[in-house]
C-alpha cells in the first residue's frame, strides 16, 4: 500500500520531520500531474522533490542522471531506506543488466537511474516500454541546454527520450540556470515556461547558501596564489579542495606543498579510474593526509560530503555557473565554510583561449568533414593524432576542439550511429551525409562563442563586485545583469 501523503514519506522512509525550502511546493505541483524547474543550490535536498512523489505514484520514476558514480550513490542511499531503486549504466556486466531489466519490465523497481546515452540500446527501451513512467526526473538539467556550461550531446535528446515513454509529468533540477538556459530546456523538453498545468513551472531557490563566505582575493604570480591558497587550507578547521584549471599548475603547487611537507592528495584527468576512485575514497573517508585536495573540475559531481570547511580556486573558472556548482560542495551540513577565489588576471587569457577551443568555428567543422570523407583510411590506420596535428596546427595540447566537434558531429547525425571516436589510436568515424547545417552556421557558431565569454565577463564582474557576492550570484541567475549590480 502507497504513503498516502508526502509528509508520511518524509517521516517514514527518509527519517525527516519537515520539508525546507521549496521542496513541499514542488512535490505538491508534480503530484497534481504539472510539471517543475526547480533551481536551488548544491546539496539544498532538490532529489527530495521527485524522489517523494516516487514513492505516491503508480509505475516507475525514471531518472536521468550525467554520472555513473552520482546515480550508484544515490541508489546505495535509497536501498538502505528500503526504496526499490536501481541503475543502468555501462558499469554493469551483461548478465547483471539483464537481469535489472528483467526487473524493470516485471515492475520490481520505483526508481531507476540511467543515463541519456542508456536510451540508445534496444533492449532497454523494450524492458521499459513495459512498465508505466509516471515522472520524468532531468538532473544536472543544464546540460540539457546548448547553452549550458556543461553541455553533453545526448542530453540534447532529451525532448525525444519523453516522447518515448509517454510524456510524462517532468521536473528539470539544476544549481545553476539562468533565464535563457531555462528556456532553452523547457525547449528542449518539449514545453513552455509559465504557471499552467502543462507549462513548466519554475522554483528558484537561488544559489548561495546563507552558510557559505564568499571572498575574493587579488594575487599576482605563483607565490603569491600559493601563499593565498595555503593560509585558506590551514585555516579552514576541515577539510578543503582547492580547484586549478591547469592540470600542469596544479601538479607545480603540489611539488612545492610536498617540498614544504604540507599533506594532500591530487585528483584530475591525466589518473587512471583505479586512481581517481582511490583518491576520493580516501578524501571521503578522512583518510590521514587526504583532507586536503588539490583538484581539476573533474572533482566534484557526486561528492557528496557534508563538511567541505572550504573550497579555494587557484586559477579563474570558465564561469559564473561552474564556479557556482564548485563552491556548492562547500558547507553541505549547514556549518560556515569559506569560498574563496584568486583572482591573477593573467588566467583571463588562459580561460579566452579555452572558450575559443570549446567553440569550434564554421571553418574548422568544413575542414574536420573534409578530412572525414577524404581521409577515413589515414584517420584509422594514424589515429586522431593525425587528425589533430592536420586540424590544429601548433595551436596546443591543451587545444580541445576536435573533440569537441566530433562529440556536435554526433549529436547532429553527421557521424553515423555506430561511430566510435573515443578511442584515441583505432578511431571508427564513418560519416552518416552532409555536414548538418547548423555547423555551417557561421553567424550561430559566433554568437555561442559570444555566449560564453558574456559569461566568463560576468565572472570577472563578480571579481570586481564590492558590495554581497551572494546577492550578485542570485541576481545573475534571475537574469539581471550584472552592470545592474554596482
Sequence with gaps: MRPTTPDTVLQQTFGHRGFRGLQAGVIDRLLAGG????????GSGKSLGYQVPALMLPGVTVVLSPLIALMQDQVVALRERGVAATFLNSSLGKAEREKREAGLAA???????????????????EA???????????????????????????????????????????????????????????????LTIGEGPDQLRVFHEGVARPNLSLDVRSVYGDDEKRAAMQTRARDAGGPAVVYFTLIQTLR???????????????????????????????FMNDEPGAA?????????????????????????????EAYAQEIGRAGRDGQPS????????????IQMRFLEWAHPDAEFYERLHHHL?????????????????????KQGRHDRRLDTALGLLERHGTLAPDADWRDPDHPHLPLAGDLAPALRNADRLAEQLKRA??????????????????????????GRTPSALG
Aim: charged share 25%; net charge negative; aromatic share 8%.
Design 373 to 393: 570523407e577524404h581521409d577515413a583510411e589515414r584517420i584509422a590506420a594514424e589515429g586522431l593524432d593525425w587528425l589533430r596535428e592536420k586540424l590544429h596546427a
Design 292 to 320: 586536503l585536495v588539490l583538484a581539476t573540475n573533474a572533482f566534484g559531481m557526486g561528492i557528496d560530503k557534508p563538511d567541505i570547511r572550504a573550497v579555494v580556486h587557484a586559477e579563474l573558472p570558465g564561469s559564473l
Design 252 to 282: 607545480r603547487f603540489s611539488e612545492s606543498l610536498r617540498g614544504e611537507r604540507v599533506p594532500h592528495v591530487c585528483y584530475h584527468g591525466d589518473l587512471d579510474a583505479r586512481q581517481r576512485r582511490s583518491v576520493q575514497d580516501a
Design 35 to 42: 510539471h517543475a524547474m526547480v533551481l536551488a543550490p548544491t
Design 128 to 190: 521499459l516500454a513495459k512498465v508505466e513512467v509516471s515522472l520524468l526526473a532531468v538532473d544536472e538539467a543544464h546540460c540539457v541546454s546548448a547553452w549550458g556550461h556543461d553541455f553533453r550531446p545526448d542530453y540534447s535528446r532529451v525532448g525525444e527520450i519523453r516522447a518515448a515513454v509517454g510524456s510524462p509529468t517532468t521536473v528539470a533540477l539544476t544549481a545553476t540556470a539562468t533565464p535563457d538556459v531555462q528556456a532553452d530546456i523547457a525547449r528542449q523538453l518539449g
Design 338 to 349: 569559506t569560498c574563496t577565489l584568486l583572482y591573477d588576471e593573467a588566467d583571463l587569457a
Design 453 to 478: 565569454q558574456r559569461r566568463l565577463y560576468a565572472l570577472v564582474q563578480y571579481t570586481q563586485h564590492g558590495g554581497d557576492r551572494a546577492v550578485f550570484l542570485n541576481e545573475y541567475f534571475h
Design 107 to 125: 515492475g520490481a523497481f520505483r526508481l531507476l537511474y540511467v543515463t541519456p546515452e542508456r536510451f540508445r540500446k534496444p533492449a532497454f527501451r
